[in-house]
């Protein structure tokens, strides 16, 4: 036995956290974020912030109410790849156009509930393949969703979303704009988002707590205590008043910071979904949410049996509607013109007839005549 093989100590099993960095490292990571809310609440803004880049590009808002005539939730994602210290993560953001901007947002959330199944259907399909190579793989492991600062509560719309959501999704309630509302109006608000998620039994992430270190016990605990998150959205610089440059929002009265606790959740919701649970993020998604919907569908299918479309998008149920009520016009117009025709066709009809029985009795008179004629012209002869 060589020295240098006896000289290492044990048989090399704690260097396997190493080896599976190395592969780790080499095949990087894939993450899929959704954001939700009503248009307006700084998703995109957001977005950029979280990644300090810009990944997505701000819409124009002046027409966007022209857009809101196909009256449909659209599914917009956006791809980008992240690298920081040689390595990388291929990023998703699926972005939900349209959502609660109409009067009427009954069955709002359908298209976006699909999605979400869609994923999960195609990443099963996929691993029922023979060949499960270069496997496409957009299950979506977190939901931002977006709250409007009222200072009320929980809107109707928001909790039939938000139940949906959280029983498919990792959902995390976000309020948006926090620097709209002072921080006891804030304090207030979340404890009314609070009761609203608990009273309505809405699933919402849950990150682990305990830890053998009582360090990030602590961080957990305080992470979670600032569920929901209130956040601000920036990617301007500006200077405070101590003469700092920090990432904020400059009013008359101070500067807002991003990444300041005293002013927002930000940088706790950026360690949730970064730097300290990412990975739980993806696989709360694969051994939970993944696995709910692959029992449920295997418990009502057969093997290799298509998916049962349980959703209809609200712009073709209006499409249909709007050809159905076409068609309908168009035969009601036909079966009229056909009336029309038809009582014209009888109208000249009896007309004809009119004046055939007008020419018949006329031609009557003139046999009449000419008989009485030749009666007369008969008498004339004998008479001679």
Known sequence: MSPSASSSPGIGIANLPNQRHKIVTQ??????????????????????????????????????HSEQLDKTVKIEITKAELEEKLFKVALTVIDTPGFGDYVNNRNNWDPIIEFLDDQHESFMRQEQQPTREGKIDMRVHACLYFIRPTGHTLSALDVEVMKRLGSRVNLIPVIAKADTLTPKDLAEFKQKVRDVIVA??????????????????????????AMPFAVI??????????????????????????????????????????????LDLISTTEETHYETYRQGQMETRKFGDPKVKNYDNPKFREEEDMLRKRFTDQVKSEENRFRQWEQQLIAERDRLNKDLETQHAQIKSLESDLESLYQQQNRGTIRR
């Not at 009503?38 to 990944?55: A, M, P, R, W, Y």
């Not at 990444?259 to 979904?273: A, I, P, Q, Y």
């Open 27 to 64: 095949r990087g990571a894939n993450f899929t974020l959704m954001v939700c809310g009503e248009s307006g609440l700084g998703k995109t803004t957001f977005v950029n912030t979280l990644f300090t880049t810009g990944i997505k590009e701000h819409k124009n808002h002046v027409k966007r």
């Open 200 to 225: 309505q039994n809405i699933h919402i992430y849950s990150c682990p707590i305990e830890s053998e270190e009582e360090s990030t016990t602590a961080r957990n605990q305080d992470i979670m205590s």
């Open 233 to 278: 959205g920036s990617i301007d610089t500006v200077n405070t008043a101590d003469g700092r440059t920090v990432i904020g929002r400059e009013y008359s009265w101070g500067v807002a910071e991003v990444e300041n606790d005293e002013h927002c959740d930000f940088k706790k919701l950026r360690s949730l979904l970064i730097r300290t649970h990412m």
